[in-house]
């Protein structure tokens, strides 16, 4: 029965021909997996951890170690992977705090690299379906510590994950352009500079009616993301005829650079020489109703208390008896570091602009402002997937500064730790689950009837509240849009994994391994089991 679920779950996945386990191996010593579970009813249908830990135990001995990404919760202790694991939490479907990014990075080399590591050693990354979260930290590895490119990165991670037809590995915007950040940092000597942002004006063009407009960030290092302000109808300026102008993110910069906001009128014409929306499918929407042109300048400052922050956008209509429909659902993610920084001057592919600078970033030299412009088409949908349901806005644009000094230490400068230093690691989250309504908050609202909230009623025109009346097991459960057309991988490609000897133990009987056998030390002895003779070195860029 157990075997029954887990193939359900899976859906077009490749199982493990003998232990039915959900992995693959990107590299010859980066394997991505799907989350294991000690628990039930997860156990029916995820992989079982003890089932997992054989496996590696007997492909790897004693040179292996987890990396898992999940905010809520790993569903397992750490004792039963022998604490070999490192904690990096962050929520499902969303790109990482890049703050976090050295000290993986940084972890990852020391453990295949580092002093005291051992020829043969192998990462193992985890999060719940082993592909946005993983393949974002595996894809990260590769460019930064391994000089791989973006598109060698992805493109493997691909081949090795996905089945053909199921599209990317990782297939997020926000998750690309946090890889495109990777590249940049990589590029310019694993700078990073942690600063507080001010969000001071958020610009929409062809806005619709009834659309809440949320900035959020990241807290408790990363694992919770918090709305720190939902605009009201009080906020909202409503531009028309020749005000309909496009942000200019350089000429944005410099009027932030002298005057400390951006575009203080009430509508754009402080700039001239922006262009304007000329094209027949803008003229059609500016006379749609609903469809405004309209900036949003908060009563109030708007603070996030790192770098990353992230704007989000629902839709509702008005249906009765205290109902509402959700009809779009969107959001994205940037991070003013790296735009300021300038990663690139375009980013065609997910239709995104940013500051501009030429200089190494620091504390001093970082501009201090900037704007980020991005086009609907080009934001995160529901559930890690492209859909977003009717659409809410044509373009955004997001005005911000830089808080230049803080109580908290901010601005501070992060750089990947050296080998040999301590690697800062995160605090695991509650191992049993005991997060998933975090899990489920951070899938985001669903398309779909809604119940009407009294305190909503003033938000953009229309109520919007967050429903978690359904269970967050079940929420979690329903989440299969991030683990569509995911396959098993050995470490030469191929579909599966078999086992070196035929006559090998069968990892799905529990006497497979005797744990009462282990070392002194609690970790499982080192026997030679011959993986050194099916392994080959990583392959660089030009040996792929």
């Given at each position: ?10 859906g ?12 693959c ?30 496996f ?6 004693t ?23 490192r ?29 005291e ?6 990462i ?17 590895y ?87 302000h ?14 309909q ?67 989000a ?59 980020f ?56 989250a509650?191992w ?14 669903d398309?779909g ?6 305190s ?55 006497a ?8 002194v ?22 040996m792929?």
């Open positions: 029965m157990a075997s029954l679920l887990r193939s359900i779950v899976a077009p996945r490749s199982q493990h021909p003998e232990a039915g386990l959900d992995l191996y990107v590299t010859d010593n980066i394997i991505a997996t799907s989350g294991p579970s000690s628990t039930y009813p997860q156990r029916a249908y995820r992989n079982p951890t003890d089932t997992l830990v054989k590696l135990d007997y492909k790897h001995g040179k292996w170690a987890i990396w898992e990404f999940r905010a809520e919760g790993t569903g397992y202790p750490d004792s039963e992977v022998y604490n070999r694991i904690h990096f939490p962050w929520p499902d479907h969303q790109p990482p705090p890049f703050a976090l990014i050295p000290n993986i990075m940084a972890s990852m080399r020391d453990w295949l690299k580092g002093p590591s051992e020829k043969g050693r192998t193992v990354v985890h999060c719940k379906a082993g592909k946005g979260r993983s393949g974002t930290s595996a894809c990260s590769l460019i930064s510590e391994e000089g791989w490119t973006v598109e060698d990165a992805l493109t493997r991670f691909t081949s090795r994950r996905m089945r053909s037809g199921f599209g990317s590995g990782v297939s997020i915007p926000s998750q690309l352009r946090w890889l495109s950040y990777v590249d940049w940092w990589t590029k310019h000597r694993k700078v990073y500079i942690e600063r507080q942002i001010e969000i001071l004006e958020v610009h929409l063009w062809g806005l619709r009616d009834g659309v809440k407009v949320a900035v959020a960030g990241y807290v408790e290092e990363g694992k919770v993301i918090k709305t720190f939902t605009f009201d109808r009080k906020e909202r300026m409503v531009m028309h005829g020749d005000s102008k496009m942000v200019d993110s350089a000429s944005g910069s410099d009027h932030l650079n002298e005057k400390g906001l951006c575009l203080q009128e009430s509508n754009f014409q402080a700039h001239r020489s922006h262009p304007s929306f000329s094209s027949s499918v803008y003229s059609k929407i500016a006379h749609e109703p609903g469809a405004d042109a309209v900036f949003f300048r908060p009563e109030r400052p708007i603070v996030l208390p790192t770098s990353d922050i992230n704007i956008f629902e839709r509702r209509n008005k249906a009765t008896y205290g109902l509402t429909m959700v009809t779009s659902v969107a959001h994205v993610w940037f991070n003013a570091f790296f735009e300021s920084a300038h990663s690139s001057t375009s980013h065609p592919d997910n239709g995104t602009t940013s500051v501009t600078t030429s200089d190494l970033p620091s504390a001093e030299t970082l501009p201090n402002s900037g704007v412009e991005i086009k609907w088409e080009a934001m995160d949908g529901i559930k890690g997937s492209v859909r977003k349901g009717t659409r809410a806005l044509d373009r955004l644009a997001v005005v911000w500064r830089a808080i230049p000094e803080t109580k908290e230490g901010l601005p501070k400068i992060i750089t990947e730790p050296s080998v040999g230093q301590p690697v800062p690691e995160s605090a695991a509650d049993k689950n005991a997060n998933l309504k975090i899990a489920a908050e951070s899938l985001g609202t398309l009837l809604r119940t009407e909230s009294l909503s009623r003033n938000v953009s025109k229309a109520s919007s509240t967050t429903d978690l009346s359904n269970t967050a097991l079940a929420a979690e459960r329903s989440d299969s849009d991030s683990e569509s057309g995911v396959k098993a991988h050995g470490p030469e490609g191929e579909e599966h994994i078999p086992h070196p000897d035929p006559l090998a133990i069968s990892l799905s009987e529990s497979s391994i005797d744990h009462s056998l282990l070392s030390d609690g970790k499982p002895p080192n026997v030679d089991l011959g993986i050194e003779k099916m392994r080959s070195a990583i392959p660089g860029p030009s792929k």
